[in-house]
């Protein structure tokens, strides 16, 4: 029993941590994305967009992601 709990939790962790490690990443290329005016080609100002915001909020939530991840993963 011990041994199922074992390997239930490194395999459900090692899953979680590798999807925190893409969608960390995901939304820092996003930010790029729409930073640079790839979004929308024709405005001037792409930071000052709502788009831009609410990629920035996405992009919060995502640093931690890749930052906690990381050393998870480079454990195992």
Known sequence: ML???LAG???SGF??????S???????????YV???MLHPNNKH???TDEYK???V???VGDPFKDTSGPSLNIL
């Open 3 to 5: 041994v199922g709990m």
């Open 9 to 11: 939790s490194i395999s």
């Open 15 to 20: 899953l979680l941590a590798v999807m925190m």
């Open 22 to 32: 893409n969608a960390g990443g995901a939304w820092d290329n996003a930010k790029k």
């Open 35 to 37: 930073g640079k005016g």
């Open 46 to 48: 792409p930071k000052k």
């Open 54 to 56: 609410a990629v920035v």
């Open 58 to 60: 996405g992009d919060t």
